[in-house]
């Protein structure tokens, strides 16, 4: 008896993959996101952030006091930022492998969680009146050595996806130029570090009056904030009414 094996399931025996988070090898029954099994993608969906967060930054609370220590001591030109996930495995090891070892397929995975989020934060018929219904997605470019370094921009290939798969709004309005890295300092000397190199691509003025009034940035880590309040004053002074931070982690330091 001729037994019909599909194609897929041939290719899987002959040459077989390796889920990039536990090592398992991946078989055809396994998740539709590029080399991750099913159990790590549950993984995945699991370590999102539940329950009270900083209404600044994003950062889960204990209590539901609404704003974090850290963000009572400094002022933020975003009005909040939403964190879809702490800076810790397993995201952390999968954002690692996203920006440093080229894995260019979990940008999909990534897309479809923040599509996901902001569907959530921005519903078509919203009924709260200080959010619109369609922001205009605006990404946070990255340093320019690191792009450079790496070939492309992590959050920029987000976008595009964003953009082509699920139609969302997105401008790129930000460029970066200059300035060291950034790992190593705290919140003032990053502002400082900063400061007249996140400029407009191009101006606000060329945008319809509702586009212009809510921009949602778009970020991987919030760690300081002081990038994404950057972004948010050049924004401003600009003519955005409202600015919103998107985040795939929050750091917590």
């Not at 194609?7 to 899987?12: A, D, H, P, S």
């Not at 992590?154 to 997105?170: A, F, G, K």
């Not at 949602?216 to 600015?243: K, M, Q, S, W, Y």
Request: hydrophobic letters at 35%.
């Amino acid at each position: 008896m001729r037994i019909c094996i599909p194609i897929r399931e041939t290719l899987y025996v002959v040459f077989p993959r390796r889920c990039m988070l536990c090592n398992c090898i991946l078989t055809g029954t396994d998740s539709v996101i590029p080399g991750l099994c099913n159990n790590c993608l549950k993984r995945v969906f699991q370590a999102r952030i539940h329950g009270a967060v900083c209404r600044m930054c994003g950062r889960p609370l204990i209590s539901t006091s609404g704003t974090c220590l850290y963000c009572r001591q400094h002022d933020f030109e975003f009005e909040y930022n939403t964190s879809m996930f702490i800076y810790e495995d397993p995201i952390r090891t999968l954002v690692g492998m996203y920006k440093f070892k080229s894995q260019k397929q979990l940008a999909y995975l990534l897309a479809f969680l923040i599509n996901r989020t902001l569907r959530r934060l921005f519903p078509i018929g919203n009924p709260y009146p200080r959010l619109c219904s369609s922001p205009l997605i605006v990404p946070v470019p990255g340093r320019g050595s690191s792009v450079r370094k790496r070939g492309w921009d992590q959050v920029e290939l987000i976008s595009s996806i964003l953009s082509s798969r699920y139609h969302v709004d997105v401008a790129r309005l930000l460029i970066r130029s200059g300035g060291r890295s950034q790992k190593e300092l705290g919140y003032q000397k990053r502002t400082m570090n900063l400061r007249g190199n996140i400029t407009l691509r191009r101006t606000l003025t060329g945008l319809s009056k509702d586009r212009m009034e809510h921009i949602v940035l778009l970020d991987d880590i919030f760690t300081t904030g002081a990038t994404l309040n950057e972004c948010a004053r050049v924004c401003r002074l600009h003519g955005a009414v409202h600015v919103y931070g998107l985040t795939i982690a929050r750091a917590l330091y």
